[in-house]
């Protein structure tokens, strides 16, 4: 299948929206391990006077965690999907939290400007045509040495963790989908994750522009091998390495 990029996936995002809450709430540990990615930016709690960007918010879980984690800090949540961004937006969240309609390769024109402290991305990579310039972006809007976490369905590389990507995208994930009439999003899901990079391959990706002390985390359960944290700081050398 081809998958679906820019306007046709926010378009898919929008339907999705209203039915999306309810399918992650059935994915065990799904907003357990956001929170644990969360934490993994490794910022002091409770955050305050920090600026934070989750960039890709989707419906507010990413901003949730991140909410758990740096209450204190001022967060900017970004999705280029209007319907995820309005049922994100609806939630209560104090004043310190605010919400962009924007995709993550045109952040300036909808006035996202750094410099921030960290940013977190949820699910996001895989979806972007080109991960590189949405890196390039964000190594940009970094403060010196601020640091990212990215949370993100990078596959180990071992056949046995895409079977059970597979398995569990197939027997649960697509039937549910289908029947609430967004089967063509979850089958890019699918796609996306077995064709984007494994998690080794992503690490050199954020490597390659401009992160150093770069780490990937694994995560429990049944994800084991399939999702990952990928943390990383911002480098004191601007200069990426060729690819």
């Not at 926010?10 to 992650?24: E, I, M």
């Not at 979806?127 to 970094?142: C, I, K, Q």
Request: aromatic share 6%.
């Amino acid at each position: 299948m081809t998958l679906l990029r820019d306007a046709d996936l926010a378009t898919a995002f929008d339907h999705a929206a209203q039915s999306y809450d309810t399918l992650v709430a059935a994915n065990p540990g799904y907003h357990a391990h956001l929170r644990r990615s969360a934490r993994r930016l490794g910022l002091p709690r409770p955050g305050t006077g920090l600026r934070v960007l989750d960039l890709g918010c989707g419906t507010g879980a990413s901003t949730a965690a991140l909410r758990a984690a740096l209450p204190g800090a001022d967060i900017t949540a970004v999705d280029a999907s209007a319907g995820m961004l309005e049922r994100a937006a609806a939630k209560p969240w104090p004043t310190n939290v605010r919400f962009v309609c924007a995709p993550a390769e045109r952040l300036a024109e909808a006035g996202v400007e750094g410099p921030f402290d960290a940013v977190f991305a949820a699910y996001l990579f895989r979806n972007v045509s080109d991960p590189d310039a949405v890196l390039s972006t964000v190594h940009d809007l970094l403060a010196p040495h601020g640091r990212l976490a990215v949370h993100e369905y990078t596959l180990s590389g071992r056949p046995a963790h895409r079977a059970v990507w597979t398995a569990v995208c197939r027997g649960l994930v697509l039937p549910v989908a289908t029947a609430l009439g967004d089967g063509e999003l979850y089958r890019h899901l699918w796609r996306s994750v077995v064709d984007f990079d494994t998690v080794d391959a992503f690490a050199d990706r954020l490597r390659a522009n401009g992160f150093d002390q770069v780490r990937a985390l694994p995560l429990p359960g049944w994800q084991t091998g399939i999702t990952h944290t990928v943390v990383g700081r911002r480098a004191d050398a601007t200069a990426r390495v060729a690819r």
